[in-house]
């Protein structure tokens, strides 16, 4: 899952909560039929095996008719019964998936929900999105267990066969008691180990489509995924003419929304160690060229070049890693403030740098008069502090990876007057050779 691109997260059908309920159900399916249950169908096909021998070698003509009268009818019905579970669980997953899509994003926004009196209106609307795949579901459910009664009673006709057969043959004295019995007996064991075998057939099912959409994934992410050359961005000098980042007539429409262009010959050029704001109404693009600049998504046509250099040329971590980017959305993981600050590095940071950070993100009073300072937990999603909080904190994290280029989406919007107006005399004395490109708000200024 880590491997897939953001355009794969953008589809619906592989929304959060999904994906984390695939990664709950697959492997426990996978292991269920991998497991002990293996070993017992290893077991009754060799029981089958062994039966069908016995029956021919004692009496051809009897174990013929008995073995092929009896087994390829409950083999006939059992498969019927995989393929119509099969067919089930693929329509029991794209059922649910709208209604769980539902209640994981009510339940993520608790706060509104209550704050709305919405507790009985999603109670109902929520009861009426599982209405559909409660009436399909017992529908399939029944017609399974028609099938599995079927198999169940085909060993008793195979057996009502077996006898009539086998006694007119021994009524003829074409076979003896002996060998009537031995047939016979390996006849009835045969088919209740088949009979067994297929209740297994749930596990066959589930097994088969948990290791097809881990399978699937795998493909999805070698298709999507090129391999990328290694190659590091060299800026020279900060007083080169050449441009750091060069937008060429870029044209683009996100894979979900092909029918919205988003940019249009989009042109834009940033000299190195320059800042620029980019300032319009929502929806116009401005995220879009920091999640392009990102990679986060392919172009439609256009380039775009950092210092000369094709961004599709160069290889993606070692970009990445020379960005930092503050997206609107301010993130912190469960762990203490050292660690969310620490993110992403690969060496360990002295307290000293930490603070510097910290420092220009104007937080680190805030961090000092704290009881733990930098060993403080942030709780869930950063639950601990406010938003004007985290968004400085993760401010600072950009600070620290000492990136050539500053990406910064909205990164003021939770920030007071005083505090954006402070932030803002960071950014014009951050130094030289430092590139910094924000999605900012009207009131958004750079100081003199």
Known sequence: ????????????????????????????????????????????????????IVALATGWKFGLVAVFGCLPPICAAGGVRMRLENTFERKHRQLYLESSN?????????????????????????????????????????????????????????????????????????????????????????????SVLFGFSSSFTKAKVAASQIIAMDVAE?????????????????????????????????????????????????????KIALVGASGCGKSTV?????????????????????????????????????????????GTVRENLCLGLEESIADSEIELACKKAIIWDFISSLPEGLDTSCGNMGVAFSGGQRQRLVIARAFLRKSKILLLDEATSALDVETEKMFSETLAGIGRGVTVVAVAHVGYFWPP
């Open 1 to 52: 899952m880590l491997k897939q691109t953001v355009t794969y997260f953008d589809d619906q059908k592989n929304s959060p909560d999904f994906l984390l309920a695939r990664l709950n159900q697959h492997p426990a399916q996978l292991q269920e039929l991998l497991g002990m249950n293996l070993c017992l169908v290893i077991i009754i096909l060799v029981n089958v095996i062994s039966c069908t």
């Open 102 to 194: 539902f209640a994981a994003e009510y339940i993520a926004s608790m706060r509104t929900v209550l704050s709305l009196c919405l507790g009985k209106t999603l109670m109902s609307e929520y009861k009426v999105l599982l209405e559909a795949p409660l009436t399909e579901g017992r529908r399939m459910a029944g017609a399974s267990m028609l099938l599995l009664a079927l198999v169940e009673s085909l060993e008793l006709c195979g057996m009502a066969l077996a006898f009539w057969y086998g006694g007119n043959l021994l009524a003829k004295r074409q076979y003896s008691i002996a060998q009537f019995f031995t047939i016979f007996a390996a006849v009835v064991f045969g088919g209740q180990a088949t």
């Open 222 to 274: 070698t298709l999507l995924t090129t391999p990328l050359p290694e190659s590091k961005m060299d800026y020279g000098d900060s007083g080169s003419k050449d441009l750091s980042l060069a937008f060429t007539d870029v044209c683009f429409r996100y894979p979900t929304r092909t029918e919205a262009p988003i940019l249009q010959n989009f042109n834009l050029q940033v000299k190195r160690g320059e």
């Open 290 to 334: 920091l999640s392009l600049l990102e990679r986060f998504y392919d172009l439609g046509s256009g380039s775009i070049t950092l210092n000369g250099k094709p961004l599709s040329q160069l290889d993606i971590k070692t970009t990445r890693k020379e960005l930092s980017l503050v997206a609107q959305d301010q993130v912190l993981y469960r």
